[in-house]
């Protein structure tokens, strides 16, 4: 397969543009600094206590998806550096970016008509931080401990040797679908477990990307906001369900709030 | 338990791509109607996506294990 490239059309070179980092709430003295994509400066542009981090865009001729990798990776330093220093943080994703020279101008204008939306959206998420939590499920071991440990199935698997020919092969039929429908049900009652636990302590998010790891494959992927004060509590529920064989939490964080703006 | 900064590709991209903040569209000066800017990063952007897709993601996963962010 081809690998996948783009580059950008005639038109672009030469165009300016600034990028987005987040928007944030605060004082700019001492000033803000970092370094963002392609090692461009950062700046902030303020309008009424609101401040928009930004940088110049960087060059428009896009060679290839490790470039952009190293820029996602520099978007997340930037953000995760000024969260540091400001606060609370609304950052914006990848790749938000303003053409043309005024972007300054253009940005204390968006600024300034969505202020009060900022302000709420800012108190929404001041003084938390987003963690992700992801839960991972071995089938083979949650198959195996079900065989051993479910009666019901174990009194099945008995009936079943007794069988031959058809009735065996229906038979085995059927067992695998009761295996099936009762790892879907711990899974599913894995997630209620955890959802719900997790919803009475804070806000969360579910995510619609699932995938799969070392550990198996993801049966939960929540984005939680939480305080530090909180973070025990949350901790000691993903202690229960990673406690179990077979079933692995991956507990990531702190994020910058991506899930909650 | 205690959360991580071990975070991979994934992790990130998961939050970088259609997340964040959002912004009126028409303070994004276009030419000839498009946001170019926007639309060549999107391209790249949905390639990563194609190679997610097709699990050729293993080599990036572990690259960023190795030099995290933090």
């Known amino acids: 397969m081809e690998k996948p490239t783009a580059s950008a059309p005639a038109e672009l070179q030469g165009l300016r543009g600034t990028y987005l980092y987040c928007v944030a709430e605060g004082d700019v003295d001492p000033p803000f600094a970092a370094a963002g994509l392609e090692g461009k400066e950062v700046y902030a542009i303020e309008y009424m206590g609101l401040v928009a981090i930004a940088c110049d865009c960087p060059p428009s001729r896009v060679e290839d998806a490790a470039r952009v990798e190293k820029w996602m990776i520099a978007h997340q330093s930037v953000v995760d550096k000024a969260m540091e220093r400001f606060g609370a943080v609304l950052p914006f994703g990848f790749g938000r970016i303003i053409a043309g020279d005024s972007g300054g101008n253009r940005v204390r204008e968006w600024l300034e008509s969505s202020h009060g939306i900022l302000k709420r959206k800012l108190e929404r998420v001041r003084g938390k931080a987003e963690y992700g939590v992801q839960v991972f499920w071995d089938q083979e071991i949650m198959t195996r401990r079900l065989m051993r440990d ?14 031959r020919g058809g009735t065996a092969f229906m038979h085995e039929i059927k067992l695998e679908k009761v295996i099936k429908e009762d790892l879907a049900a711990r899974a599913n009652e894995c997630f209620r477990f955890l959802y719900r636990g997790v919803s009475e302590l804070c806000e969360v998010k579910v995510e619609r990307v699932y995938g799969s790891a070392e550990g198996g494959r993801m049966i939960a992927n929540i984005s939680c906001l939480l305080k530090d004060t909180q973070i025990k509590a949350l901790g000691e529920i993903l202690e229960k369900v990673n406690d179990e064989e077979g079933i692995y939490v991956r507990f990531t964080g702190p994020w910058p709030p991506y899930s909650f703006v | ?31 000839a109607g498009i946001p170019l800017v926007c639309v060549a990063l999107r391209a790249v952007v949905a390639g990563i996506e194609t190679m997610l897709d097709y699990g050729m993601m293993e080599d990036w996963d572990r690259r960023i294990r190795e030099g995290q962010v933090k």
């Open chain 2, 1 to 31: 338990m205690e959360p991580t900064r071990d975070i991979t590709l994934s992790d990130v991209l998961n939050r970088l791509l259609d997340k964040g903040l959002v912004i009126n569209a028409d303070i994004i000066i276009t030419v």
């Open chain 1, 150 to 163: 479910n009666q019901r199935i174990e009194g099945l698997r008995k009936e079943g040797e007794e069988k």
